[in-house]
Antibody, heavy 117, light 107 residues
Framework: QVQLVESGGGLVKPGGSLRLSCAAS????????MSWIRQAPGKGLEWVSY????????YYADSVRGRFTISRDNAKNSLSLQMYSLRAEDTAVYYC??????????WGQGTLVSVSS | DIQMTQSPSSLSASVGDRVTITCRAS??????LNWYQQKPGKAPKLLIY???SLQSGVPSRFSGSGSGTDFTLTISSLQPEDFATYCC?????????FGGGTKVEIK
């Protein structure tokens, strides 16, 4: 069955960097757009970024553009999010999810990123 | 960006009740509206896509309707496992945006 497993979260100081990974299995990863979506503690969902199947289309939320970089390796069935210049407001659970015109159909369990001094 | 507004933000209901949650978009999004269920500490789960299509494996007591700017999620007979937060999301344009959520609690 479809499985998405995020890793790489943790505690980081403001201004620091972190790289999140998402390992995919149970489906043809290269056929799916993929997204990162985050949820701050006690808050709603916020889409962060998505990447097309062939890397040709990438979008970012205004709140992270210029600080975060999404990438994927279709040969390794993996998705990544490199985060730089982290701020307290980036504290959230980060989910990876398969993406199509009709929403986000499969989600990982999430990985917690905490930005604090 | 398209703003998604849900109401109510929370509601109390009993097992067996019919529950209706509404979602309004700040501009027309045709039928590019999706609904998710989220339980505490868990990832969201897609329930309804394209405003009214039931995701595979989702019980038929869940239904969605609407088009343009106004949408509704209905649970025909609330079950104990349905107590959760429900959230709408538009996939009409980038960035995709979510409603603030509706928490369904036990009365």
């Amino acid at each position: 069955q479809v499985q998405l497993v995020e890793s790489g979260g943790g505690l980081v100081k403001p201004g620091g960097s972190l790289r999140l990974s998402c390992a995919a299995s149970g489906f043809t990863f290269s056929d799916y757009y993929m997204s990162w979506i985050r949820q701050a503690p006690g808050k709603g969902l916020e889409w962060v970024s998505y990447i097309s199947t062939s890397y040709s289309t990438i979008y970012y939320a205004d709140s992270v553009r210029g600080r975060f970089t999404i990438s994927r390796d279709n040969a390794k069935n993996s998705l990544s999010l490199q985060m730089y210049s982290l701020r307290a407001e980036d504290t959230a659970v980060y989910y990876c999810a398969t993406t199509n015109n009709w929403g986000f159909d499969y989600w990982g369990q999430g990985t917690l990123v905490s930005v604090s001094s | 960006d398209i703003q998604m507004t849900q109401s109510p933000s929370s509601l109390s209901a009993s097992v067996g009740d019919r529950v209706t949650i509404t979602c309004r978009a700040s501009q027309s999004i045709s039928n590019y509206l999706n609904w998710y269920q989220q339980k505490p500490g868990k990832a969201p789960k897609l329930l309804i896509y394209a405003a009214s299509s039931l995701q595979s494996g989702v019980p038929s007591r869940f239904s969605g309707s609407g088009s343009g700017t106004d949408f509704t999620l209905t649970i025909s007979s609330l079950q104990p496992e349905d107590f959760a937060t429900y959230c709408c999301q538009q996939s009409y344009s980038t960035p995709p945006t979510f409603g603030g959520g509706t928490k369904v609690e036990i009365k």
